[in-house]
């Protein structure tokens, strides 16, 4: 009976010690070790000192917008000017869009830029509807799961009605919805009017692969220079703080004068010490699944709100769903900053609910004093336009876009950041500074 009893306890310890390391290692594979930011529900620290939060309003905009009337073009790019006319957008009241056509070539498109009493945005990438509807007052609780480049407008002023366009070039889609104008006189004052005395826009050449507008006369923007100092410096322990679970649990290496590494078991965030800018990656909550553009661009939007992060004018400006990878811009006086000898665009890809990599500067503008402005007359667009064409170096055809824009130029000793206005043109992706001296310019390679 003795060794009975003995061999029913041993049995029994088996089976306990069994059920407690089952137990033990679904603790482990759940453990806070794997924590992200993405799935912490609060966060202490901002990075910041004022932490501003931004909503889809201010985070994406349009970079340009053109209007037609009488086979002439008028245009803009200033932000005072695309604010306004989307605040009466926002009052028009948009029925739910439909599919019109699978199969919308370019020159359709270019058809439909050119027609008569239109209002055409662009957009620097693809906008899920979903999300803009913040921005439009769109009357439907089902709205479709749409992207889009181009938001055109046709109106009628004696019917009242206007027949809105989302287009997307990379997917060859074209939606339409009616609009009612709200108190159509005041349309033909608020907006026609106000939109014949914007700057003359011409076209390229119609039989161009891409339909390019650009302003007749010369264009001026502010040249600047930004002193940082120590309550504009952030110090990237702050990054530490918020993109790792454990704070405590990171070691922080220098590996060279100009890079330090911060790391866990899981996470590794690479900073530059001189140029001002990080890399952090968290390698185990990589996913390929494909991201679904509006969650993805409100994730983003969310992720960055959450430890205050959106330190100087950041804008939306490129997505990948199916590598859910996203980009935002720096903007100086409401004007993109399109090349520059150091990082300026906040970057995220997204893994599986969390951060999978978040590159970004850490820098933030300082003040900037009237004597280091400068207003600089850049030449007309019609003019960098005869010099693409006449380059020898240059394929014109491939010339997608053509804007003004900032280089800027980081100068690490004096720790101060120059903003030299430019023309830049769109070239397989790439932002390449026009060069007056050496038509062909300086690809800058930042896309």
Request: hydrophobic fraction near 35%.
């Amino acid at each position: 009976m003795g060794l009975k009893y003995v061999e029913m306890v041993k049995s029994v310890m088996l089976i306990f010690l069994i059920g407690l390391s089952l137990v033990l290692t679904f603790l482990i594979w759940n453990s806070a070790p794997y924590e992200t930011i993405g799935n912490r529900e609060t966060i202490d620290t901002s990075i910041a000192e004022k932490p501003e939060k931004k909503n889809i309003d201010s985070m994406i905009k349009p970079y340009k917008l053109h209007f037609t009337f009488n086979e002439t073009y008028t245009g803009a790019v200033a932000n005072e000017e695309i604010e306004y006319m989307l605040s009466h957008l926002k009052k028009w009241k948009l029925q739910t869009p439909q599919l019109e056509d699978q199969q919308f070539t370019k020159e359709k498109l270019h058809q439909l830029m050119r027609k008569e009493n239109s209002l055409v945005l662009y957009y620097p990438d693809e906008v899920p509807l979903t999300v803009y509807d913040s921005v439009l007052n769109i009357e439907s609780q089902n709205i479709p799961e749409i992207n889009f480049e181009y938001l055109i407008a046709n109106w009628d002023t004696k019917k009242g009605t206007t027949k809105i366009h989302f287009v997307s070039v990379k997917n060859s889609l074209h939606y339409t919805t009616t609009a009612k104008l709200v108190e159509p006189q005041f349309f033909h004052r608020d907006v026609i009017t106000v939109a014949k005395n914007y700057d003359e826009y011409v076209e390229v050449e119609e039989d161009h692969e891409h339909f390019l507008l650009v302003p007749k006369e010369e264009t001026t923007l502010v040249r600047s220079t930004y002193f940082s100092n120590e309550k504009d410096e952030i110090n990237p322990t702050r990054f530490r703080n918020v993109l790792f679970s454990d704070p405590n649990a990171v070691r922080r290496n220098e590996i060279n004068p100009q890079r330090d590494d911060y790391q866990d078991n899981h996470a590794l965030m690479t900073v530059d010490t001189e140029k001002k800018f990080l890399h952090f990656v968290h390698p185990s909550v990589e996913s390929q699944e494909l991201a679904i553009p509006s969650e993805l661009v409100e994730d983003a939007i969310d992720f960055v709100n959450e430890h205050g992060g959106w330190t100087d004018e950041y804008r939306f400006s490129k997505m990948n769903f199916r590598a859910r990878s996203i980009k935002f811009k720096l903007y100086v006086r409401g004007v993109p900053v399109l090349g520059g000898n150091s990082m300026t665009d906040i970057e995220q890809v997204w893994g599986e609910e969390a951060i999978y990599q978040y590159r970004r500067p850490y820098f933030t503008l300082g003040d900037t004093l009237p004597s280091e402005q400068e207003e600089i007359l850049l030449p007309s667009g019609v003019e960098i336009i005869e010099a693409l064409k006449a380059s020898r170096e240059i394929d014109f055809d491939s010339v997608e876009e053509i804007l003004p824009g900032y280089y800027m130029q980081q100068d690490a000793e004096l720790d101060i950041f120059q903003f030299e206005p430019a023309w830049f043109y769109l070239q397989h992706g790439n932002w390449v500074r026009f060069s007056p001296e050496e038509v062909g310019g300086e690809e800058i390679g930042l896309e």
